[in-house]
């Protein structure tokens, strides 16, 4: 299972490493609302929270499904600028459909809003791939995200619910927001990692003036490799996609706060770009997911590998998960039963609903190489 970016033709200075002060502080935000995801982090997301002014964390709870189980698409610039200020200004520019579909994507748990025709291929590059109906203009696709939202909980239903309605406010007020966490914490961690960000964009750069393409990426991770006919550039995820660089580039962006988790943009529209974690001082390779796949006899169905990694990014419910995999809800239930008997998941009803959720304790128990994999 892998995450392809076709390169065919793409010239060496169209493959971009450069540091993000907004995607830094998207991995920041995803490590307050998922400090489990960072135990490394976890002092430091204490301390934060607890200085947090009421109203500035009543609004990040308020938006958190642009961070938590994914990233907003928007949040991780392809075009990273020296401020995070400039940065905020790309965003601004980006046009209402774009910016309301990549937020539903995460709000919603889903990227099918439509609920009728087939779905485009994953196989297929995303040059190729037709855009589904947009919400803010299409009825059913309006209902299906709205559909989606509530199963997400009424905090999400109520975001998705003002994002569709005035769009225009909702873009304002998470401006503002990070714009907020800037001056309560965001400007002073800047500080302390920019040196590390610095110190780890001129390896990749050296390595890509002098070494090439396929140097550079062994240099980002053991999941990041070139295609053997160097005419793609293979991401190791728990996914089977693809997507194509030609005529805009890829921009690979490191992250301390990010760690371990490996995030790459890859939907239609937009420019690739992957986010990877900077190796710690002593840093370990990933194992590959056959690797952990043969090692634990109990996860090796690689559709429960699957279903894990959708529950690393927060409760879903079974109907969501069939949705998501385009799986019988039947066959997502018989997989669900056996995760739960591994002790992997737990179960909890919300009214009509019931959310299966990851356990993150006994996961970790299972092996550091496991957890990695998933949370990649």
């Known amino acids: 299972m892998t995450l392809r970016i076709d390169i065919i033709g793409l010239q060496s200075e169209r493959l971009r490493f450069a540091a993000s002060p907004l995607a830094e502080l998207t991995a920041m935000l995803h490590v307050l609302a998922e400090p489990g995801h960072h135990p490394q982090l976890a002092g430091w997301a ?23 189980s994914s990233q907003a698409d928007f949040l991780i610039p392809a075009r990273p600028r020296q401020t995070l200020a400039e940065e905020l200004d790309d965003v601004d520019r980006i046009d209402d459909e774009t910016y309301v579909t990549a937020a539903l994507v995460t709000t919603c748990g889903s990227n099918r809003f439509h609920s009728a025709g087939p779905s485009p291929s994953s196989s297929s590059p995303s040059s190729s791939r037709p855009s589904p109906p947009s919400p803010l203009t299409d009825a059913r696709a309006r209902e299906r995200a709205l559909d989606l939202a509530q199963t997400r909980g009424g905090r999400q239903e109520a975001f998705a619910e003002r994002l569709l309605a005035d769009p225009a406010a909702v873009r304002a007020r998470v401006r503002q927001t990070l714009e907020q966490c800037a001056e309560a914490f965001f400007d002073a961690a800047w500080a302390g990692v920019a040196v590390q960000l610095a110190t780890d964009l ?155 959720t990851l356990n993150l304790p006994d996961l970790t128990a299972l092996g550091t190489d496991l957890l990695a994999a998933v949370l990649r």
Do not use: M
């Open 46 to 68: 204490g301390d934060v929270w607890a200085g947090l002014r009421p109203e500035l964390a009543e609004r990040l709870r308020e938006a958190e499904f642009l961070w938590r």
């Open 202 to 356: 001129r390896l990749k750069n050296d390595l890509l003036r002098h070494q090439g393409i396929g140097a550079a990426l062994a240099s980002v991770s053991g999941a990041v490799t070139l295609a053997p006919d160097g005419d793609c550039i293979v991401v190791d995820k728990l996914q089977d996609k693809s997507t194509a660089a030609h005529g805009t580039g890829v921009t690979f962006i490191p992250s301390v706060f990010g760690r371990p988790h490996l995030v790459a943009v890859h939907a239609p529209g937009w420019q690739p770009v992957v986010q990877y974690p900077v190796a710690e001082p002593s840093p370990s390779e990933p194992v590959p997911l056959e690797t952990v796949s043969l090692r634990l006899e109990a996860l090796a169905h690689p559709v429960r590998l699957r279903l894990l990694r959708t529950l690393a990014r927060g409760p879903h419910t079974t109907g969501e998960l069939a949705h998501t995999w385009e799986l019988s809800a039947p066959e997502v239930s018989r997989h669900l039963a056996v995760l739960r008997r591994a002790g992997l998941l737990t179960a909890r009803r919300h009214g009509r609903y019931v959310r299966y």
